[in-house]
C-alpha cells in the first residue's frame, strides 16, 4: 500500500471497507470496541459499525450499559476491524461523543419493528432475574406500542469515534506485512510506516 495515493486515512477506511463488504460472508461492519473505565480498566465486545465519514465511525448502544457508562467516565475509545476473508485489518483511536438527538432518531426510525422493541426491552449488561425475562419484556414493550410509532428511548444513542489514529495492516507474502500509521495533525494528517 502505498500511503501517498492516500492522504486521507478515511478515504482509504472506505475502499478497504468496500472491498471487505463484497468478500466477507458475514458482518463486515462488525468491529472490536475496547472502552476503559474510570480507573483504567479495559473491555472489548464486538459492535456494529452503522456510519464512517469524515467526521468519524458511529455505533450505536444503550448508554447505561457498561460500554456507555464507561464512554461516560472515559470517552476515549478503540476499534479495531479484522477482515480473514482479504486479510487485512483496521484499528482506530480517538475520542468519543455523542450523536446528535437528530441523527440518533432518524437512526432508530429506520431500525428493524423487532429491534426498536428489543432496545426498550433490554436492560443490556444488567443481572436478569429469571431467564425468560427478556421474553416477557419483550410481550409487555409489543403490547404497549401496539401498532403505533416506537420512540426512540432516552437511554438509546449513538456514540461517534472521532479518529485521531488510524493503522492499516495488510498480510504479504512471507511475513513482510504492510503496516501503515497515520496520526491526525492539525486539520490533515501525518503517516508513517512501521515494522509488521
Partial sequence: MNYTEFPDPLARFQE???????AEPNLPEAMTLATADAQGRPSARMVLL???????????TNMDSRKGQELGSNAQAALVFHWK??????RVAGAVERVSDSEADEYFASRARSAQIGAWSSDQSRPMKTAHELEKRVAKF?????VSRIPRPEYWSGCRLVPDEIEFWEERLFRLHSRIHYQRAGDGWTTRNLFP
Avoid: C, H, L, N
Fill in 142 to 146: 409489543t403490547a404497549k406500542f401496539g
Fill in 85 to 90: 476473508s482479504v486479510k487485512r485489518q483496521v
Fill in 50 to 60: 452503522k456510519d464512517a465519514d469524515e467526521r468519524g465511525f458511529v455505533f450505536y
Fill in 16 to 22: 478497504w471497507y468496500a472491498e471487505a463488504a463484497k
